[in-house]
């Protein structure tokens, strides 16, 4: 496993954290195919931290961002956890949407600029089993890791000496209370990348 998706640090950190299990996705400006597109159902999280802006979070979180300059990077680079994604949906009614904001760590504002940006592309909802290294990986930045991409390959990484960031128990919990959300406002088709 050598795919990595390029996350902001803070989303990585909550995931991490058992913050969330949610991220949205509407792709980066190079994106083929015209939106995002979850290219395997396991990747590491590669956290970025150029384009965070603490505005667009929610105050718990912004009071932990600080804002770079364009095209900082660390020069080494920390990957603390590899995921699984169990669930994904593409959604495109800003209801649906509102009502995920219990969810996750971005703000109301942020959410709604996301569906509105390239309007005719749905925002991917991926629901995500995290699981944390015993010791994170340290490697050097390397160019090809810039850009406004998603996907990236990384060196190879040991994804076996890692945990669950919760029990299955508590995970389906999560999804359920999640699913029930979005069913209070759509009818819930969902794709199950590692079924």
């Not at 496993?1 to 989303?11: D, H, V, Y």
């Not at 508590?170 to 406002?185: H, P």
């Amino acid at each position: 496993m050598n795919t990595a998706l390029k996350e902001w640090a803070i989303a990585v950190e909550a995931l991490v954290q058992g913050e969330m299990i949610l991220l949205l996705r509407k792709g980066g400006i190079r994106e083929q195919a015209g939106g995002f597109t979850l290219v395997q159902p396991r990747f590491w999280l590669y956290p970025t931290f150029e384009h965070q802006k603490p505005h667009l979070l929610k105050t718990t979180y912004a009071d932990r961002v600080q804002s770079v300059a364009s095209g900082w990077h660390p020069e080494m680079v920390e990957i603390q956890a590899w995921v699984e994604v169990t669930h994904a949906y593409q959604v495109s009614e800003a209801a649906a949407i509102e009502a995920l904001l219990p969810f996750h760590i971005w703000t109301e504002t942020f959410v709604t600029d996301r569906l509105k940006w390239q309007p005719r592309s749905p925002v991917s909802l991926l629901l995500l089993r995290v699981y944390q290294l015993e010791q994170p990986v340290q490697i050097p930045y390397s160019a090809e890791y810039g850009g406004c991409k998603s996907w990236i390959e990384l060196p190879d990484l040991d994804a076996n000496a890692a945990r669950p960031v919760f029990a299955e128990a508590d995970y389906q919990r999560q999804v359920e209370q999640i699913q029930a959300a979005l069913e209070q406002t759509i009818p819930l088709t969902a794709s199950h990348p590692t079924a």
